[in-house]
């Protein structure tokens, strides 16, 4: 049997990558997202926790001992070699997850005809080589701003600009306009797919 063609979702801050992965699983594609493996990571992986706290010190940890995502947030934004040093130790595991994850639907008995993968650092770490298709979503720097609360210039002067992105890129979305404009662009991607 064929196994499931891996599609990458890749974009900037609050392009819609989320919104695109949603519209993925509407229609039929397995999806996973590397935030939100983090974020599991973060609060279930005892090693993660540990290396977190060796670290940065116990001051990332909240009252109930968890650890607390805006405290590293905040230390590794403004520190370019803790976030890479964060990035390493994230990024290996994330991967493992998400390529797991594909390879336990491909074995299944009933395997998707499409995975979906949400990375929001794609190009820049050269996870591309790992898909068979990368979808990369945009849009204006006015439309992203006013959808997050985060300085997304800030915390993307270390990205890959968004024209290097879309070259390399099979299907690319400018996001600037309704979700059903969005589920309209994944349909036929899908459709595009799967013929």
């Not at 994330?94 to 949400?118: H, N, S």
């Not at 996870?127 to 006013?146: I, L, S, Y």
Request: aromatic fraction near 6%; hydrophobic fraction near 45%.
């Amino acid at each position: 049997m064929a196994r499931p063609i891996a599609v990458a979702i890749t974009g900037g801050i609050g392009a819609g990558k989320s919104e695109a992965l949603a519209a993925f699983a509407r229609h039929g594609a397995a999806v996973i997202s590397s935030d939100e493996i983090v974020h599991r990571l973060l609060s279930e992986h005892d090693d993660v926790r540990a290396q977190l706290v060796e670290r940065f010190g116990k001051a990332i940890l909240d009252d109930e001992g968890a650890v607390d995502r805006g405290a590293i947030a905040e230390i590794v934004f403004a520190d370019s070699e803790a976030l890479a040093w964060l990035e390493a130790l994230l990024h290996p595991l994330v991967v493992q997850e998400y390529m797991g994850w594909r390879e336990r639907l491909a074995e299944g008995e009933d395997p998707p005809a499409v995975t979906a993968t949400e990375v929001p650092l794609l190009f820049e770490v050269g996870g591309q080589e790992r898909f068979d298709v990368v979808v990369v979503v945009t849009a204006p720097p006015e439309v992203r701003n006013a959808r997050t609360d985060v300085d997304a210039e800030e915390r993307e002067r270390r990205l890959l600009p968004d024209t290097v992105k879309v070259a390399q890129a099979d299907f690319t979305y400018v996001n600037d306009g309704s979700l059903e404009e969005l589920d309209d662009f994944v349909e036929g991607v899908v459709r595009e797919l799967t013929r």
